[in-house]
């Protein structure tokens, strides 16, 4: 996916480090700038792929349809696609490299819910969208955990910033605006930047425990300043080393 988004711009940067060493491999990678919100368009740059084009396609894409049928007609045409970050389960793709997303959004209720008070209270929750698949098991999995172990804990509606930094913080000013007394904020997604402009500019968020995904600079140093509370992070290099490695293994 294209954007403003860290851990995906390090995943980039991974995957082209990555590509110098394997050379003599005889193994070249192209990375192929992405709308991951817009499931047509995926589906169209996925169509234009064959067995000319490459040998093997890893895919970060949203949970739509389209996208699983395009996914499913690429196999067709004898080139192996790995999912990489967020699954595609049903479809035909022959492998999917990433976490467990529902087990991380388990870990996030497990966290606000240890780290807020045993009194009554709400929680905000950001996500890029819920069609992708990552997103939603991940508000899944924190839904699971917070109603059954900490029902004394709200959770508010899911707001969509399709992983904006600028969408996140309007989305942030007006859950403030509308909670006052909100008590914890769950960032499921991307766009950890805006919400951290937001919170340390916000007089009533010194109380608000916020976790989020991915370890990169910014949720580093808001994590040292106490803005975030916690971080879920995975390792983008070696998700790029196991999808390479996997597509090299279906092609061989």
């Known amino acids: 996916p294209e ?3 860290a851990f995906m711009e390090d995943l980039t940067h ?5 590509a110098e060493t394997l050379s003599s491999d005889r193994i070249t990678v192209h990375v192929e700038p992405i709308d991951a919100f817009d499931g047509h368009r995926v589906a169209g740059t996925l169509a234009i792929l064959d067995g ?3 040998d093997g396609v890893a895919v970060v894409a949203p949970a739509f349809p389209e ?4 996914i499913d007609r690429l196999q067709d045409r004898g ?8 699954d595609h389960p049903v479809s035909a ?3 999917f490299v990433g976490i467990d997303n529902t087990a991380a959004g388990r870990t996030a209720g497990r966290l606000l819910g240890r780290l807020l008070p045993k009194i009554p209270a709400k929680i905000g929750l950001i996500a890029g969208s819920l ?3 990552d997103h939603a098991e991940r508000f899944a999995g924190c839904k699971q ?3 059954t172990d900490f029902p004394h804990l709200e959770l508010l509606k899911v707001r969509e910033g399709r992983d904006d930094n600028e969408k996140n913080a309007d989305l942030v000013k007006r859950l403030l605006k509308d909670h006052p007394q909100l008590a914890g904020l769950y960032n499921i997604g991307a766009g950890n930047r805006g919400i951290i402009a937001a919170l340390s500019k916000a007089k009533s968020c010194s109380d608000v425990v916020f976790v989020g995904h991915e370890l990169t600079p910014y949720t580093r140093q808001a994590l040292k300043a106490g803005l975030m509370d916690a971080v879920i992070a995975q390792d983008p290099g070696h998700e790029i080393r196991s999808a390479v490695r996997v597509l090299k293994a279906l092609c061989d």
């Open 3 to 5: 954007g403003p988004n």
């Open 14 to 18: 991974e995957a082209k480090s990555h």
């Open 52 to 54: 000319s084009v490459c």
């Open 67 to 70: 996208v699983r049928a395009a």
């Open 79 to 86: 080139v192996p696609v790995v999912t990489l970050v967020s």
């Open 93 to 95: 793709r022959q492998h």
């Open 131 to 133: 069609g992708l698949r």
């Open 145 to 147: 955990v917070i109603e």
